[in-house]
């Protein structure tokens, strides 16, 4: 399209079939290490149900599919573990508060993303976080560790009905 970025482009010493105006990132696991924050969260759920806490590689074992898995994977102590919705439903709230308590205080920026958003927004490209993980995580997060700013648009789990893999949030951002 005129006005689009041009297919080469030599400031990111890259070479695109198609003219890139827009970039869109994952959070969990793309930008940030956000385990050791799952895990304490996980575990401070844990200590205040009256159980033991699991070793932070269980947990990032049991990290996939959303909160409530994890959540049942933690209290079952098994991945493909799944409790009575009564016990779902009890935990859930208590792991949502640890884990609004903590979220970010563990994280880590991978090496290189900032120099990376860096050299993206330098090139003039537009930048959106798109995440399966709830708003009232993310943006807290993205403040924490002094990405916010990177981002012209933060679409979360939350902000639409369907999320990834669905493209629905892909296609609102590009929207």
């Known amino acids: ?6 297919a080469q482009d030599t400031s990111m010493n890259a070479i695109f079939p198609i ?3 827009a970039v869109m990132i994952d959070l969990d696991g793309t930008l940030l290490d956000t385990i050791p924050d799952l895990a304490a969260a996980t575990n401070g759920m844990l200590e205040e149900l009256g159980q033991e806490a699991l070793p932070l590689e269980t947990v990032r074992n049991f990290v996939g599919k959303g909160i409530p ?7 079952t102590r098994d991945i493909d573990g799944h409790v009575a919705p009564e016990a779902l439903a009890a935990a ?21 993303v900032r120099e990376g958003l860096e050299q993206m ?7 959106a976080c798109v995440t399966n993980k ?4 993310t943006l807290p997060l993205l403040e924490r560790t002094g ?4 981002f012209e ?12 893999p669905d493209p629905m949030q892909l296609l609102h951002a590009c929207e």
């Open 92 to 112: 859930l709230p208590v792991f949502e508060r640890v884990y609004a308590g903590i979220n970010g205080r563990h994280t880590t920026i991978y090496p290189g």
């Open 147 to 150: 990405l916010a700013p990177f």
């Open 69 to 75: 898995t994890l959540v049942e994977r933690a209290l």
């Open 153 to 164: 648009l933060t679409v979360s789990g939350d902000t639409l009905p369907r999320k990834k």
């Open 134 to 137: 709830a708003g009232a995580f």
């Open 19 to 21: 003219a890139v105006e």
């Open 1 to 6: 399209r005129p006005g689009t970025r041009a």
């Open 121 to 127: 927004r330098a090139a003039g490209f537009r930048l």
